[in-house]
C-alpha cells in the first residue's frame, strides 16, 4: 500500500513538473519557433503555424518568425495570407531577404508577377544581391517575358482584353487560367495557379455561347432549314452561316468573340498556295485536300440555290469560316437534348493527348464547365484533347500535326476481282459496291483494322460461297463514321482468319496494296492507294 501511495504521487509530481516546464516555453517566444520548425520540417505545416502564432503574439516584430510563417502559409496554399506575412517581415526589417523572398514568391503564384517583379527591384541592393533573391528574379522576369510576348498596346491584345471584359460581363469564370501569346496568331491556355484533379476552371453560362439552334433561327438559318438541305456537313454549314450573318450586323453582342476569331487561315491545306502544295508531292493527302475543297463547294453551292441571299458571302468568305467552325465546334447535350456550339475561350484549348481535361454541359450550373482530371501546375499549358486522329484529319480539319502521333492511319482500298468465279455472289453480299476503301493503322487491335482484315479475307475468299452467306448473316448492323470521317466504316463484317491459305493470301495484298501507295507520285487519278487485288496472290 505503501509503495502504490508513493508511485501515485511521484507519477502526479511528474506531471505537474512538465506541466510547469510546458507552460514556460509557452512563454518562451524562441522555444515556440523552434517547435515551429520541427513541425514544418515534418511536414505538419498547421500545426507550425499554431506554434508562429503563439510566438508572434509574445514577440509580434520578429521578423524571421513571421518569414516562417509565411512559409508554411506557401505550403497550405493560402497564398494571400504568405503575402501578407512576407510583407509584415519586410515591414519589421527593410533589408530582410527572406521577407521578400517569402512575399514575392506568394505573388508570383497568385500571378503577381509584375508586383513580385517591382517589389525585388525596388528592395535594397544588399537583398538583390542574395542567391535565393537572384534566382528568383530570373524566374520571375521569364514569367512576365513569357506573359507578355505581345507589347500590349499591339492590336491583337486590345482585341484580347476587350474579349476577356465581355467574357467576364456575361458571368463566365475562369479567374485560374490565363492566355499566353506564343506569336501575334498563336497562342495557348495556361494555369494562372496549380490546378488540382477535379478543379472546375472555365465556366461559361449559356447566354455565352452560340449553339446550332439559334443558327437555325437566323432568317437564313431559318430558310436553311425549310428547304431540307442535303448538306455534307449541316452544322458546320448552319453555325458558319451564323457567324457570316452576325459579323454584318453593327454592334452585335457576338462581336468581341468573332473579331478574337484566327483572322489567318492559310495553315489548312485547303488553302495552300500551288507552290505549297508541292510540298505534298507524292502523299494522298493532297487527294483528301482536294475532296475537302470539293465538300466545301458542293455545300456553299447547295445552300446560294436554295437561299439565294446567302451569295451576299463568297465562297471564300464561307471556306474560311467553315475550316474555323469545324477546328472549334463542341457536341453537347443541354437539359437532355444534342447540339452544337461554339463556346468562347474554351476553344482556345489546344490538343494534347492522353486526356488531361474534362469538359461537358452542367444542367446545374446551366454552363459549359472545364474541369481537369490531374493536378496541373502553376504556368503549365492546359490541353485539351481533341480525339485519337490520324495526322491527316487533324492537319486537314485543325491546320497542325502531331508529331509521333500513334494514332496515325494509310487509306488503303481493297476491290473485288471481276474475274474471281464468286464475284457475283460476292457482290450480292456488299450491296454491289466492288471496293472499299478503309483507314489502317500499326494497332491491330483499332476496329478498323479489324475491319480491314475481315472484308481482305472476304475479298480473297475461295470456296462454297454458302459460307460467305453465313458470315454476311452474322455481320453487325451498319454504322456510319462521323462527318470529319472521309470513309464510312466497313459494314460490321467479323470474318475471323478463314486458313492458312486464305491468310497468307490476305498478307500478300497487304503487300501489294502497300507498295502501290509508295509508288504513288502523281496526284491524279483520284484514288490515290487503288490496287486490284492480284488473282494469283
Known sequence: GINAEYMGIHFINKVMTSRKKEKKE??????????????????????????????????PSNELILANRSAAYFKLEEFDKAVSDGDAA????????????????????????????????????KV?????????LTELQQDFKEDNFLPRDHPEMLRFNKFINWLKSEGANFDKIKMRYYSADYRGVHARCRLRKNDVFLVIPRNAFITLEMAKATPIGSKMEKAKLNLLSPKHSFLSSFVLQERRIKDTKWEPYLDIL???????????????????????????????????????????????????????????????????????????LKTDALVPLADMLNHKRPQQTAWEFSDKRNSFIIESKE???????????????????????????VENNDANEVPLRIELDPSDPLFEAKMKIVGNNS??????????TEKNMQHFFSFARFAIFEGDPMKLYTYQFQQNAVKKSDEDDDEVTYQGTNIPPISIENEKKVLTLILTL????????????????????????
Not at 390 to 399: A, E, H, I, K, T
Open 26 to 59: 509557452d512563454k518562451d517566444p524562441a522555444t515556440l519557433k523552434e517547435k515551429g520548425n520541427k513541425a514544418f520540417q515534418n511536414g505538419f505545416f498547421e500545426k507550425a503555424i499554431e506554434f508562429y502564432t503563439k510566438a508572434l503574439s509574445l514577440e
Open 90 to 125: 519586410i515591414q519589421k526589417s527593410a533589408e530582410f531577404a527572406k521577407g521578400y523572398f517569402r512575399k514575392a514568391s506568394a505573388l508570383r503564384q497568385i500571378d503577381h508577377v509584375e508586383e513580385a517583379l517591382t517589389l525585388i527591384q525596388s528592395a535594397p541592393e
Open 128 to 136: 538583390r544581391e542574395d542567391p535565393n533573391i537572384k534566382q528568383l
Open 262 to 336: 484566327p483572322k489567318c487561315t492559310n495553315n489548312f491545306p485547303i488553302f495552300f498556295t500551288p507552290e505549297e502544295k508541292k510540298w505534298l508531292e507524292g502523299s494522298p493527302f493532297l487527294d483528301q485536300v482536294e475532296e475537302k475543297i470539293s465538300d466545301v463547294k458542293k455545300d456553299y453551292h447547295t445552300i446560294v440555290t436554295a437561299v439565294p441571299e446567302f451569295s451576299q458571302f463568297s465562297f471564300e468568305e464561307f471556306s474560311q469560316v467553315r475550316m474555323l467552325i469545324s477546328s472549334r465546334i463542341f457536341g453537347i447535350c443541354i437539359n437532355g
Open 375 to 401: 493536378n496541373i501546375e502553376r504556368g503549365e499549358q492546359v490541353y485539351d484533347s481533341y480525339g485519337k486522329k490520324c495526322n491527316s484529319r487533324f492537319f486537314l480539319n485543325y491546320g497542325f500535326i
Open 435 to 444: 471496293s472499299k476503301k478503309i483507314r489502317v493503322s500499326e494497332d491491330l
Open 514 to 537: 502497300s507498295l502501290d501507295c509508295l509508288l504513288y507520285t502523281s496526284p491524279s487519278p483520284r484514288d490515290l492507294s487503288t490496287s486490284r487485288m492480284p488473282s494469283s496472290a
